[in-house]
């Protein structure tokens, strides 16, 4: 029995368009008006909802991020940020970033003790975690470019955290093993705990968290950054030992950033700048490419796999050193983009020897795949990759009293110490150092490929470092192996970060070229999985193929 009549109107609910309790998942299909791919069945039907009912895909990307921040707390988030790069279908380009950023309170050191060592635990855990979120000035600066009004756009949003959703298998495991953890960095009971196990097909509603989102709906930004939101944040913070500010939520804004453009193989790419490393590295990498005959070395012969580990060692060893926050770090990005330079740069390695890491300092790479991408198409010809995160899984497990959702702790992505590993195993120095205000590095790389000065491509994932090796590999995978969007998207990845001097493989990596990767003197170390991508390619006939991450619970949808 609902505690409320359904509208009319309503997309979401029992029997609806959206039935938050009926799980359908597809992978992939082909469309031909709008499609969209996220890490949530019922995410990626709210967008395509959004889109046949006259939205376009800036509609469908705000309404979508605000499903996602319900149905995938691990996450979708408001607590966190991320970076949308769009084109609109008359060729405009968008570069939206909504990182968060350290509160006015932050200082260089602060996760050092008295001995100078760097506490982890605080950077990653808890309420000093976290940066000032920026998702919800994010998803305002991107209404501009939607159609309908905002209100349409966050009600789908409301409904999943009033009504709920039945959680799948790994949903419930995922909250029940953060159990401890959502007990311990919360001052106050939130709907993600529960007195006994979380079991598949329970509901989870999330009723503040619905509270939160009408204030946004009615208020619209200051509905979070003032107000009753900002008041529940800061006394939060005040509880323990948070720094986040009023003021620091007052002056939060989403900035304009310029993409960064190159050509691949005739194929334009468009990727995220400073203070996203995401595109730098996508850029460095595949310019070290442009002129290896990788299609006549065969996919995932030893010879291009490892010439493509020795072009990411050599763009991490770059980003270590050079990136950071724009506005406060001078990023030469000319010089590291520059054709010259990079073909210097890749001299350096002997084919059938490993390269070495000249730091020979090793962090440990950590398996955290938890953040989310969305890549969404409609018949107009707007393209739109959204990636958002709250850093680790939900983030610094610290629930906003009262408010009902998970603040992240991307503190971490700063290099809290220099030489000292992040929980992804990265390393930094002065480039991407605390500083009050300042955004702290990212590697999300959400992507677009024109070809022909038409939208060809639209790709994203989580994973931390490994998010724009994921990238690259399944650009690589369509452009240069000519795989099939599901084989590009799904075949078995690889990653080399510099340091730790270590080769990551999927599990599934072919055992025979583990081996000669071994004899080569590579050192490697398997991983469950790598990335979650969210793929569309758009074909020269306009045809949608839409392909959602086989290693998660990633779905499609589209008409
Ligand atoms: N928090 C992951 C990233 O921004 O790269």
Do not use: C
Request: hydrophobic residues 40%; aromatic residues 8%; glycine residues 10%.
């Amino acid at each position: 029995m609902l505690g409320f009549a359904l509208q009319a109107q309503q997309l979401v609910g029992p029997g609806k368009a959206v039935d938050p309790y009926k799980r359908t998942s597809q992978k992939s299909g082909v469309f031909n008006q709008g499609a969209v791919a996220s890490a949530h069945p019922l995410a990626s039907q709210v967008g395509v909802e959004i889109m046949k009912r006259g939205g376009n895909a800036f509609d469908a990307a705000i309404a979508t991020q605000l499903a996602l921040a319900v149905v995938y707390p691990i996450a979708g988030n408001i607590g966190g940020g991320g970076f949308l790069l769009g084109r609109t279908a008359k060729g405009e380009l968008l570069g939206l970033d909504f990182r968060e950023k350290a509160p006015m309170a932050a200082s260089r050191d602060m996760y050092l003790d008295k001995q100078g060592n760097a506490q982890n635990e605080l950077s990653q855990n808890g309420h000093l975690a976290s940066g000032v979120p920026g998702t919800v000035a994010g998803l305002f600066a991107t209404l501009p470019y939607a159609k309908l009004p905002f209100n349409e756009l966050i009600q789908p949003a409301i409904d999943l955290a009033e009504f709920g959703f039945t959680l799948s298998q790994n949903e419930a495991t995922g909250l029940n093993w953060t159990k401890q953890s959502f007990q311990k960095y919360s001052t106050q009971v939130s709907a993600f705990v529960k007195n006994t196990e979380w079991q598949e097909g329970d509901t989870l509603v999330q009723k503040e968290l619905a509270s939160t989102l009408k204030r946004i709906r009615d208020k619209g930004a200051k509905g979070f950054y003032r107000g009753k939101t900002a008041q529940l944040l800061v006394a939060e913070m005040s509880r323990r030992n948070g720094i986040i500010s009023k003021k620091d939520l007052r002056e939060y804004e989403a900035k304009n950033r310029t993409p960064i453009r190159f050509n691949y193989k005739g194929n334009e790419v468009i990727g995220f700048p400073p203070p996203s490393s995401g595109g730098i590295i996508v850029a460095q990498v595949l310019n070290m490419l442009a002129d290896r005959k990788l299609e006549t070395l065969g996919f995932q012969s030893e010879k291009s796999v490892q010439i493509l580990i020795e072009a990411e060692r050599i763009a991490f060893a770059d980003r270590a050193e050079h990136l950071g926050d724009p506005d406060y770090w001078q990023v030469p990005v000319e010089k590291l983009l520059n054709t010259g330079y990079l073909t210097t740069r890749m001299t350096d390695f002997t084919a059938g020897k490993a390269g070495k890491s000249s730091d020979t300092k090793a962090g440990n790479f950590s398996e955290s795949s938890e953040t989310t991408h969305l890549s969404i198409y409609d018949k107009e010809g707007n393209m739109v990759a959204v990636t958002t995160t709250l850093n680790g899984a939900y983030g610094s497990k610290t629930v906003v009293g009262g408010a009902g959702f998970l603040l992240n702790n991307e503190m971490d992505d700063f290099s809290i110490k220099a030489g000292v590993p992040n929980m992804y195993g990265a390393v930094g120095s002065k480039a991407n150092a605390i500083a009050p205000n300042k955004r702290m590095l990212s590697s999300m790389s959400p992507t677009l490929v024109l070809k022909d000065n038409k939208p060809y491509i639209i790709v994203g994932t989580p994973g931390g470092t490994t998010i724009p090796t994921s990238v690259i590999q399944t650009l690589v995978n369509l452009i240069d192996f000519k795989l099939s969007p599901v084989e590009a998207n799904s075949s078995p990845k690889f990653h080399h970060q510099w340091l730790p001097d270590v080769v990551a493989v999927e599990k599934d990596f072919p055992q025979a070229l583990q081996d000669r990767l071994i004899a080569m003197g590579y050192t490697l170390r398997l991983l469950d999985s790598i990335g979650r991508t969210e793929l569309i390619v758009i074909d020269a006939k306009g045809t949608i193929q839409a392909v959602a991450d086989i290693r998660g619970e990633d779905a499609v949808a589209g008409f």
